[in-house]
């Protein structure tokens, strides 16, 4: 196993290895895959553009943007993320085991992002295919503009959830606080609840059912531009 | 015996011109505001109101074709490993596939390509055509990260982070239905067909010091080997300079009102932002109060057509400039050759505008495929690149009358302003005088 102390060593370092394990597994070179970060107290941008499966723990908090961008890595963060946890990811996996802050998941594309405490505001916003599963809270203008993939909250939502909303599916257990423009409550068909039963058990969250929560998603009147809805913007 | 009032000559209001009337009977009946493509048609100050001095007594002239004048540009050299090292001070701008058809973008690489400078992809990420045809690629990064990814952001030889756009700063990109084909919206994960609105504000940051950290964060990804470009429309051009600097850009890309558009609310372009001739000296201000001139570099764009343009704006304290609409003209859009389509839909070559409805007889700003490929990206290519060259002769031919021999050693003391507007925004002398309006007495 790989350890990194970022107290020892500087975060370009860090990010520099991660990257030659990727490469140097694409041409069927001998890796290391495993990885641990020590003391990254805040710091920004820890393990971004992972591209390969490399399992990392950060050991303590992290700051803006952990696991940016990451592909096939999985990515275990003890403790609470900054903004933008897990932004523009492809594929793989982070878990948050705390808090994460505003932007978490940010137009990511692929994977699943967990996390195991609240999520604050614009959490999934702009995303385009990302599953993010959050087990307290999320704040105002989750789901911004979200393009696709899915946005789990075992707990409760802000003001404005789904704002602007494209084709994501927004699952929720607890109150919405109110909904976005063309952002509306929907039935829960059967392929809705196998679904969410997959990402609850990909998030490995295994005490609440899929029935207990409400989908919600786009009303679609707002995709092509008619001027007597224009107080819906 | 009747008497009967002379008639007068029908007087049409200068206020309710022509346009003006028809914008309104427009507006009343569709209950929609105007969207249309290019930038800004208002006549306002411009470099055109500046005119070199040339040499003199005091000044020596270089030989025309005996004595060389520099044309080469590096771009990044702050921080990136991998700088640009451009051949001519002049790249083309970002301008997206998706508002241009693949044979247009395959165009605009293949000129650059062919001149030593870099192209710019746009809002929908970068074309496997795009990254083939251009040895320098700059991708932009937008608030709408349509296209985004890591595997391009490495393909890159630049990242541009879009802040903002000359045509409309403060807006974000609009792309309405019709154009978006299934390719389009594949790329940009949307539904076919639908009006697509681009986000006017960064997804995962706020404000210059979150940018600072968001700017770590792509040269940690690309393991600090690509320049960061920073775009800014023509809004605040000192502090949005200064900003962009303590942000920790290489390069500051400064886009002026006169900047065009593939689609955006015509109150917009012509309403929002300052003009480019205004913008430049804040900027450079800036850099030299900051120490950075030279060192971050200046693009200057809006409105730039030909080789006296560039060699004002180098003049004036900028390392190079981007051009957009220009480039389209040069490969083939508006051109009269087409005048019967044109006017099949209700324009006329040299005004037609409406990009956003993807029926551009040229080819160029459209998705239809018939229409597409009507554009020849290899000829389109070189004309491309023959127009590069002819801009890049005509500065020259400028930096060599006025005694220098690289064009990045022009200065403001090489040039006059037309009018009084123009000698404050450039901060250069009336023409005829020694006045500088603002900073010294008539």
Redesign the interface.
Known sequence: MGCFDLQQNTLRDLNAALHRQGDLLRVGGKADTQWEVLNPRGSHAVAVGVDGPLQITVCGSVGYYCGGMNQSGEIRIEGSAGPGVGENMMSGSIRVTGDASQYAGATGRGGLLVIEGNASSRCGISSKGIDIVVRGNVGHMSAFMAQSGNLVVLGDAGDALGDSIYEARLFVRGQVKSLGADCIKKEMRDEHLRLLGDLLKAAEVTDVRPEEFTRYGSARELYHFDVDRADAY | MSYTNPTTTPRKSSKFDDYTLSEIRRAAE???YDIRGAGAKRKVPSLDDLLFLGASMSRYPLEGYREKCGTGVVLGDRFAKKPLELKIPITIAGMSFGSLSGNAKEALGRGATLTGTSTTTGDGGMTPEERGHSQLLVYQYLP??YG???DD?RKADAIEIVVGQGAKPGGGGMLL?QKISSRVAEMR???EG??QRS?CRH???TGPD?LA??I??LR?????QKPIYIKVGGARPYYDTALAVKAGADVVVLDGMEGGTAATQEVFIEHVGQPTLACIRPAVDALQELGMHRKVQLVLSGGIRNGADVAKALALGADAVSIGSAALVAIGDNDPKWEAEYNAIGSTAGAYDDWHEGNDPAGISTQDPERAARLDPVAAGRRLANYLKVMTLEAQTIARACGKSHVHNLEPEDLVALSVEAAAMARVPLAGTDWIPGRSQA
């Open positions: 569709t209950g929609l709408s990260r985004m990814n890591p952001l239905g994960n949307l539904p639908i009006d986000a997804p995962d940051w979150d950290i968001k770590v964060e940690e990804i690309t393991d600090w």
